[in-house]
């Protein structure tokens, strides 16, 4: 039951005589909990306005198995292919242009730069571009701003950590998975119907063939869960522990989560291995200001409003003039989120830090 819920299946072959050039890699574990979002952003795609979609979230979410999933569903959208520009190695906004002519086989042409061969090359293309791990390099934005113009069958699907903020940009922020409510007492078929368990089980069962939901830990899971945030990265690495720590073991260990959800796959870069070097990788993006306002922001349990934080800013330092252009960034950079208002009664917002990147500011 669960797994028609919320593991997809893998898409269906290419028919005979079709034929679609790309360089996706095969999926090794299923995506779940994503149907909605999957059809969101696939529907986003097919829409002729729709050229540059953005993959938002915090680190670990999820953007980069989402925008595969999503890429190789619209193979038979692009003629040309589908092709998958990797950003992660890179850290230099100059080498994007660079990179992306490398990825699609295009030689260099000592009469023009590498942007105007890359423009020649996709001039005439009905090609998705999948860029993924924008957020390092998000200064060399505006050049995809060029291609766009020059090149108007070209469409682009990126994964970022924060938005690229330009003109015809379409962000789709990618949400955690869902979790159960702790005040209420689920059954074990109720806690099969939400995507983080029906995950964290998958993932335990690859390190314990014979782990299942019981009476016994459905709690401990449920739980383990909720206080990880609905994170993918988080879960998996807390359901590989379980090859040497029961589930109440590993929830009690919870208190001191960047201690215990390490040892990520080899296979994966460095900075999601471990929960702490992947928030760390976030942090160490943003300017001195907002790692303060960062920090600051962390000692609020629940959230707080705008006033609350220029509030605590007059206090600290006599005056809070940074404060509101420093949430928005926080916002456009997936470490800080607005809380969802009831109706419209004009209240103002609460601005919210998941509990995992909150802990991170506290330390």
């Not at 061969?117 to 060399?140: C, G, P, T, W």
């Not at 296979?267 to 471990?274: A, C, F, L, M, S």
């Not at 809380?339 to 330390?363: A, C, S, V």
Request: hydrophobic share 40%.
């Amino acid at each position: 039951m669960q797994e028609k819920l919320f593991i997809l299946p893998a898409r269906e072959p290419t028919e005979p005589g079709h034929t679609s050039t790309h360089n996706l890699p095969a999926q090794l574990t299923p995506l779940i909990g994503r149907e909605q979002e999957v059809a969101a952003s696939s529907t986003l795609l097919r829409r002729p306005e729709v050229r540059l979609l953005t993959f938002t979230g915090t680190g670990g979410i999820g953007k980069t198995s989402l925008a595969l999933r999503v890429a190789t569903d619209l193979l038979d959208d692009f003629p040309d292919g589908v092709c998958l520009v990797l950003l992660a190695p890179i850290s230099d906004p100059d080498l994007v242009i660079p990179t992306i002519a490398q990825t699609l086989a295009i030689k260099e042409v000592a009469v023009q730069s590498p942007l105007a061969s890359l423009r020649s090359h996709l001039q005439h293309k009905h090609l998705l571009l999948l860029l993924d791990n924008f957020e390092q390099v998000v200064v060399a934005a505006p050049v995809l701003t060029d291609l766009l113009e020059s090149c108007p069958f070209l469409k682009l699907l990126v994964t970022s950590r924060e938005v690229l903020r330009l003109r015809g940009e379409h962000e789709y922020p990618v949400p955690s998975l869902t979790v159960p409510e702790l005040q209420q007492q689920a059954s074990i078929k109720g806690l099969a119907q939400y995507a983080a368990v029906v995950l964290f089980l998958q993932r335990a069962q690859a390190v314990k063939p014979d782990f299942h939901l019981t009476d016994a830990n459905a709690s401990s899971i449920a739980a383990i869960c909720t206080r990880l945030d609905g994170l993918p990265l988080a879960l998996e690495l807390a359901a590989a522990r379980l090859k040497h720590l029961s589930v109440r073991a590993i929830l009690a260990r919870l208190e001191h989560r960047f201690q215990v959800l390490t040892h990520g796959p080899q296979d994966v870069h460095e900075r999601q291995r471990t929960l702490r070097n992947t928030i760390q990788w976030s942090y160490d993006l943003l300017s001195v200001q907002e790692q303060r306002l960062f920090r600051r922001l962390s000692v609020f349990v629940g959230g707080c409003t705008l006033e609350a934080i220029e509030a605590l800013y007059k206090m600290l330092d006599g005056e809070s003039m940074y404060v509101f252009d420093g949430v928005t960034s926080l916002i456009d950079k997936s470490l800080l989120q607005q809380g969802k208002q009831d109706g419209e009664g004009g209240e103002e917002p609460r601005y919210l830090m998941l509990e995992t990147i909150r802990e991170y500011g506290l330390e």
